[in-house]
Each structure stands twice: as C-alpha cells, then as structure tokens.
C-alpha cells in the first residue's frame, strides 16, 4: 500500500514509567500515527477507553496500581483495540501464555525501538485486515438481503399479476433502471403494495 493511502491509527501507551513512554514515542515517531497518547495507570486508562477508542494500546506491565495483564485482557475482550504487552525477560513467557489466545502480543524487555515498531505496524497491519474483511462480510449480507427482498417481489407478481419469472426479474429491473433507483427500491414498493 502506497504510503499516501496507508490509514493513520491512534495509539495508547499505558506505563507507569515516563522514561518507557518517551522511548515509544520516538520508536513510533514515523508519522504514521496520528495520535500517540500516554496514561499512567490502569484506572486512568480504563477511563480513557470510555471516552474514546484505541487502534493499539501498549502496556507497560507492571503499572503502578496493578500488574497489567487484568488490564490488557480486558482491553482485548471489550474493546476492538489490539494490544501489546512489554513485561520483563523473566516473566515473558509467562505472560504470553496467558494472554496469546487473546491475540494479545508480548515483547521481552528490554524492548528495542525496531520490536516495538514493528509490533506496533503488525497489530494494524492485522486490525486493518479484519476491518477490510468485516466490510466486506456487511457487503455480501447487504446484497444477499437484497437478492432474497427481490426474489418475494418477483414471486409476488408472479402469483399476482401472473408474469412468468423472466418477466418479473426483467419488470423489477426496467422499473429500477427507469426511476434511477435499486432493483431493491423497486421490489420493497412491489411488496408494500396490497393486492
């Protein structure tokens, strides 16, 4: 995707550390976020996301009011925000095995910029797929409903006014086209109409 068309997404960065902080926002200071906000604690955070929504949120695990990973689950099952975890070499893996399932991601700290950038770039990577796709289903719904909406049409001026299927399809369609309206339009009129 050309860099012109690429979708900004906002980030959240949840850490009880300043200095943690400061190193993400430099890592991602590549303009392709279009906003990068800072909280401090879990309850700060969990108010914030009331308030407004997150593309990512990266925690800093432990904050100062409670470990973090309560946290970032809760993120991950309420929200459509993707999340990232930094915790310590020591308790890395443990971390990730509970919360991998969840889509969650764990980097070991000490974190380099290039990890969390590129982790940061592949959980919107991801989100944008899954959004593409979400569309996409609501499209393919959209036109199936409208299919079924103009097959009881059809079926309705087929018992009614007794036309043959070719010409109920071709009369919902000459009608759509003559109005400059949906063949949908058309067959929901055709439906509301009492014999």
């Not at 990068?36 to 309850?43: G, L």
């Amino acid at each position: 995707m050309a860099d012109s068309k690429r979708r900004q997404h906002d980030v959240l960065v949840v850490s009880s550390y300043e200095k943690f902080a400061a190193s993400v926002e430099r890592a991602l200071s590549d303009g392709r976020y279009s906003e990068i906000e800072v909280r401090k604690s879990a309850s700060l955070t969990r108010r914030e996301l009331t308030e407004r929504s997150y593309d990512v949120a990266i925690i800093n695990i432990p904050l100062s009011d409670e470990p973090g990973v309560d946290l970032a689950l809760d993120i991950a099952t309420r929200y459509t925000t993707g999340v990232i975890i930094t915790a310590s070499s020591e308790i890395s893996e443990d971390v990730a095995e509970k919360v991998t399932d969840y889509g969650i991601i764990v980097i070991s700290k000490p974190a380099t910029s290039k990890s969390v950038n590129r982790s940061v770039r592949l959980m919107c990577a991801i989100l944008d797929r899954l959004k593409t796709s979400e569309k996409k289903a609501l499209t393919m719904e959209e036109k199936m409903e409208e299919i079924r909406i103009v097959n009881r049409a059809k079926w309705k001026l087929i018992d009614e006014k007794e036309m043959k299927e070719d010409e109920a399809h071709k009369y919902i369609g000459k009608l759509a086209m003559d109005r400059c309206v949906s063949r949908r339009e058309v067959a929901e009129e055709i439906l509301a109409t009492e014999k």
